[in-house]
């Protein structure tokens, strides 16, 4: 059967592959190629500068030749790369085979001359780590990092909007002091804050130093040369990453795990966001916009689902069941290497494409909301045994005896009303000024500082 949308194994590259282009030239095989064959040039290049004495530096035109056939890597270089790899059964040898037919078609004869510099005392793992290390560099700064400081935006202006709008709290599903809608909502902002960060901040490690790390082959070949400074200022000056001296034939991947477990954490502030805006639609909290012509259920023609919230959080699920593995597995390596990870690191693009499906079905959930004023109130307004907290605090402040029993007795397992609560009020021995001002306390202004702080988020 033709591989097409529908015949699609996995759903990323079917039923959402419209949602995935952000994200597919850059943690595809595509992209693992591409990157493998800037990493070769980048390597090769620098070699030419290097003043080693069979190497001279290269002619300006050919340097600009090389990358800019780094630039235009198409699809049709790599088919060409992997028909060779049919041959090679080795896929980093495949790129180097490529790379020197490409010197081969080229007008710079200096290019074929030096063409046994291409891969030059480098292991495949010099070559894939860092291209590993490229392909999450981008993912994370061009796609990962943005798509989610839109849903932090989009957040933080429903938290300044809905700031002063107050909104019963259920600790334990049970009614309990109110808040505001805008500080629920600030809440996440403030955690997912800090969660950018941590992302963010992930130095992404990498290594060229041969088959187990200890720069052997270089050494053969060229005794003086400072190949470990050599080897610094190619992760770092020419790739944008940070030198790892210490390794194995791979870099150890624990910079991985940790980028891995930084996006798991986002994550699961992201699944209870929206599990809480599920439940806040379910009791009318919150509704959403209708679109014309869809549908809610095959039989139930009023309903308009959350379905947003719930395939973010289904998603959200898949992508930390692959993001867990990913950081558990990938540190470990038998010896100096072996190769389960080759097959684990293919799944990065499934891991941060169930990321992006996340935030895209969460975006959209949020463009739909509006909060639901009258409801929150009604609610408010049927839970003023609420008050029984400030009620008993002051008698605290004063003196009076046992406040917390009276308000226990008072108020638990029962109906509380308006009137009930005021009338308690007015028979307590409080200072006149005290009493008049809890009898003006209503559940919808007993917020704390809660607009002040979701407008300052």
């Given at each position: 059967m033709e591989l097409s949308a529908l015949t699609a194994l996995s759903p990323l590259d079917g039923r959402y592959a419209?949602?995935?282009?952000?994200?597919?030239?850059?943690?595809?095989?595509?992209?693992?190629?591409?990157?493998r064959v800037q990493v070769e040039v980048e390597w090769f290049i620098a070699l030419s500068d290097a003043g080693l004495p069979e190497f001279p530096p290269l002619s300006a035109a050919a340097r600009d030749w090389l990358q800019q056939r780094v630039a235009a890597f198409a699809p049709a270089d790599a088919q060409a790369i992997k028909?060779?790899?049919?041959?090679?059964?080795?896929?980093?040898?495949?790129?180097?085979?490529?790379?020197?037919?490409?010197?081969?078609?080229?007008?710079?004869?200096?290019?074929?001359?030096?063409?046994?510099?291409?891969?030059?005392?480098?292991?495949?793992?010099?070559?894939?780590?860092?291209s590993h290390g490229l392909m999450l560099?981008?993912?994370?700064?061009?796609?990962?990092?943005?798509?989610?400081?839109?849903?932090?935006?989009?957040?933080?202006?429903?938290?300044?909007?809905?700031?002063?709008?107050?909104?019963?709290?259920?600790?334990?599903?049970?009614?309990?002091?109110?808040?505001?809608?805008g500080k629920e909502i600030a809440n996440v902002v403030?955690?997912?804050?800090?969660?950018?960060?941590?992302?963010?901040?992930?130095?992404?490690?990498?290594?060229?130093?041969?088959?187990?790390g200890n720069y052997n082959a270089h050494l053969s070949a060229y005794p003086d040369v400072d190949w470990e400074a050599f080897s610094r200022g190619v992760i770092e000056q020419r790739l944008g990453l940070c030198f790892n001296p210490y390794t194995i034939q791979i870099e150890p991947h624990d910079?991985?795990?940790?980028?891995?477990?930084?996006?798991?954490?986002?994550?699961?502030?992201?699944?209870?966001?929206?599990?809480?805006?599920?439940?806040?639609?379910?009791?009318?909290?919150?509704?959403?916009?209708?679109?014309?012509?869809?549908?809610?259920?095959?039989?139930?023609?009023?309903?308009?689902?959350?379905?947003?919230?719930?395939?973010a959080e289904g998603n959200f699920g898949l992508a930390n069941a692959v993001l867990t593995h990913l950081?558990?597995?990938?540190?470990?390596?038998?010896?100096?290497?072996?190769?389960?990870?080759?097959?684990?690191?293919?799944?990065?693009?499934?891991?941060?494409?169930?990321?992006?499906?996340?935030?895209?079905?969460?975006?959209k959930g949020l463009g739909k909301l509006e909060a639901h004023p009258a409801n929150l109130a009604a609610d408010l307004d049927a839970a003023w045994e609420v008050l029984a907290e400030p009620v008993q605090t002051v008698m605290r402040r004063f003196g009076l005896?046992?406040?917390?029993?009276?308000?226990?007795?008072?108020?638990?397992?029962?109906?509380?009303?308006?009137?009930?609560?005021?009338?308690?009020?007015?028979?307590?021995?409080?200072?006149?000024?005290?009493?008049?001002?809890?009898l003006a306390l209503t559940p919808g202004h007993y917020t704390g500082i809660a607009a002040q702080l979701a407008a300052r988020v």
């Open positions: 419209s949602r995935m282009g952000a994200l597919r030239g850059l943690l595809s095989e595509f992209g693992l190629v591409h990157r028909d060779i790899e049919r041959t090679t059964n080795h896929d980093v040898k495949a790129v180097e085979y490529w790379i020197k037919q490409q010197f081969a078609a080229s007008p710079f004869p200096e290019l074929t001359a030096k063409g046994e510099f291409v891969h030059f005392a480098c292991t495949s793992e010099d070559i894939n780590n860092t560099k981008a993912a994370r700064q061009d796609v990962m990092l943005p798509s989610l400081d839109g849903i932090v935006a989009v957040l933080t202006a429903m938290a300044h909007q809905l700031a002063g709008l107050p909104m019963l709290s259920r600790t334990h599903g049970q009614t309990a002091s109110p808040t505001t809608v403030a955690r997912l804050q800090r969660g950018r960060e941590r992302i963010a901040g992930v130095a992404l490690l990498a290594k060229m130093n041969g088959a187990v910079y991985m795990a940790e980028l891995f477990d930084a996006f798991t954490r986002v994550n699961t502030i992201l699944i209870d966001l929206s599990r809480d805006i599920w439940g806040y639609i379910s009791v009318g909290y919150f509704k959403q916009k209708t679109k014309e012509g869809e549908v809610g259920s095959s039989t139930m023609p009023h309903k308009v689902n959350p379905i947003d919230f719930e395939n950081a558990q597995k990938l540190p470990i390596s038998r010896w100096q290497r072996d190769l389960t990870d080759s097959t684990v690191l293919r799944n990065m693009g499934v891991a941060l494409g169930y990321t992006l499906l996340g935030y895209d079905s969460l975006a005896p046992e406040p917390y029993e009276q308000l226990k007795a008072f108020t638990r397992g029962k109906v509380i009303t308006q009137q009930l609560m005021q009338d308690f009020i007015q028979s307590l021995a409080l200072p006149e000024a005290e009493k008049q001002r809890l």
